[in-house]
């Protein structure tokens, strides 16, 4: 009987044990297919990395802030020009207006000032199947007061991009005319985690005060853990399962 136990925990736990790798190998699939899409063959094409919320945060106090980078990749078969703007989309007014930003190139901070203000903001060019990365920093200023408490509100960073095409023409790629721009909702803070782009409470200063609680996490990587905790369930339900079959064959003896 002890031999026939050691042969099934021996299955069971390779059977769990390849499941596992599977569920593994599904979630680094995934990351490696969000971070590395195909070229587009569209003469314009902006895209970023992470393509849905890149910052997120919750119960930011005064005089906190979240930083995060983002890849800006140009896609097309063409160089282009392209711009940022925030924009607010939804949420307080109140609260958005409050909000200080910095920018970063390469070290350098190319922007420094209020979130509203940051609107149109051109970055020069990026030459066809070229990336570059920016790194932005928000900022809950340390004067805000009580005001801000309760409130919250969404924020959507627009890239735009320009160039020419074939025929020498310019081809504009904006928010309002193609699918190509990529907003981001920008999250210093929020009740929970952030993984929908269209439905994301950016910002939500709780009643008590709390200070910042929170961090930072790539959708796909947030993908990746889930599937390893649910690999390693699996695993532990197995040993469970074998406990119990052998406990009930004890007590059949």
């Known amino acids: 009987m002890a031999k026939r136990d050691l042969k099934l925990f021996i299955l069971l736990f390779t059977g769990l044990f390849i499941l596992l790798f599977i569920v593994l190998l599904v ?3 995934q990351v490696l297919a969000e971070e590395n899409q195909p070229e587009s063959h569209a003469e314009i094409d902006i895209a970023t990395v992470p393509s849905s919320a890149f910052i997120e945060g919750s119960n930011l106090a005064p005089g906190d802030q979240v930083r995060s980078s983002i890849d800006i990749h140009n896609r097309g078969q063409n160089d282009f020009e392209y711009d ?8 307080s007014e109140l609260l958005y207006n409050v909000f200080n930003l910095e920018v970063e190139y390469e070290d350098t901070v190319i922007f420094a ?6 609107t149109h903001f051109e970055m020069g060019s990026l030459k066809s199947g070229e990336h570059e990365q920016l790194t932005f920093t928000i900022e809950f200023p340390l004067q805000a007061g009580n005001e801000y408490q309760g409130l919250e509100t969404i924020v ?3 890239f735009s991009a320009q160039g020419e095409d074939t025929d020498g023409d310019v081809s504009p790629v904006s928010s309002e005319k193609s ?7 920008v999250s210093p803070v929020s009740s929970e985690d952030i993984h929908d782009e269209d439905s994301q409470p950016v910002v939500s200063q709780p009643d008590d005060g709390s200070p910042f609680s929170g961090g930072l996490l790539p959708d796909t990587a947030s993908n990746w853990l889930f599937m390893l905790l649910i690999g390693l369930l699996l695993l532990v339900a197995g040993i469970s399962l074998l406990k119990m079959y052998r406990k009930n064959t004890e007590e059949t003896i």
């Open 27 to 29: 979630g680094g699939a």
């Open 84 to 91: 940022i703007s925030a924009s607010k989309q939804s949420g």
């Open 113 to 118: 000032g209020s979130l509203q203000e940051f």
């Open 156 to 158: 959507a960073l627009g």
């Open 179 to 185: 699918d190509d721009e990529d907003t981001q909702p």
